[in-house]
């Protein structure tokens, strides 16, 4: 059983490039969220969907951009590369929201320089 | 202020010791409660809910106090594998998740 999975594992990028990381659940989840974690720091929220087509932002959704055309796929995109974009960016889904549990990628290690 | 704030630690603490870690919350209208653990390098998993009543489950006994805003996460006779980071998260009805910043807990022999 897959669960959450988060391509690629590790990537570096040059300041400006852009890039898509991909994430799928094979759950049947229909939340799905993108958080980043900076070193030493909790899980900030980026971007979140609550089903197929629907979308909204997190906490910090600046430098990103989201789709969810599918209920299993929740690419998040990155458009022109910056340093302070250098975090862990994990993927989650979960059944509900509020009172059930998330289930987390292995993440996805990013370095822009 | 966080939103979410966890005892800053690190700690370290030998085999067998008793642990407590806390954690604050501001939102009044936050509805429920966890702690997950995070292994270095490694995607957060859920370890337990925290439910009005408190809750336990073999070593571990988390409790809420919604008057005060705060959870604690209780360890008894740690292992070493209980070596982590502990993050506090606090969802509201509207299921927004707020993480707090993590407590690292070493467990030495």
């Known amino acids: 059983n897959a669960g959450v999975t988060q391509t690629p594992k590790f990537r570096i990028l040059k300041i400006g490039q852009s890039m898509t990381l991909q994430c799928a659940q094979d759950m049947n989840h229909n939340y799905m969220y993108w958080y980043r974690q900076d070193p030493g720091m909790g899980l900030k929220l980026i971007y979140y969907s609550v089903g197929a087509g629907i979308t909204d932002k997190g906490e910090v959704p600046n430098g990103y951009n989201v789709s969810r055309s599918t209920t299993e796929d929740f690419p998040l995109r990155l458009e022109l590369a910056a340093p302070s974009q250098t975090s862990v960016y994990f993927c989650?889904?979960?059944?509900?929201?509020?009172?059930?549990?998330?289930?987390f990628g292995q993440g996805t290690r990013l370095t822009v320089v | 202020r966080k939103e979410v704030e966890q005892d800053p630690g690190p700690f370290n603490v030998p085999e067998g010791a008793t642990v407590a870690f806390n954690c604050t919350y501001s939102n009044s209208a936050s509805q429920s409660f966890f702690w997950y653990r995070q292994d270095c390098r490694k995607e957060p998993k859920l370890l337990m809910s925290?439910?009005?009543s408190g809750n336990e489950d073999g070593r571990f006994t988390a409790q809420l106090n919604r008057a005060s805003q705060y959870i604690s996460l209780l360890i008894r006779d740690s292992k070493l594998s209980d070596s982590a980071t502990y993050l506090c998260v606090v969802n509201t009805n509207a299921g927004k998740s707020t993480f707090g910043d993590g407590t690292t807990l070493t467990v030495k022999p």
């Open positions: 989650a889904s979960s059944y509900l929201t509020g009172n059930t549990e998330a289930f």
């Open positions: 925290v439910y009005s």
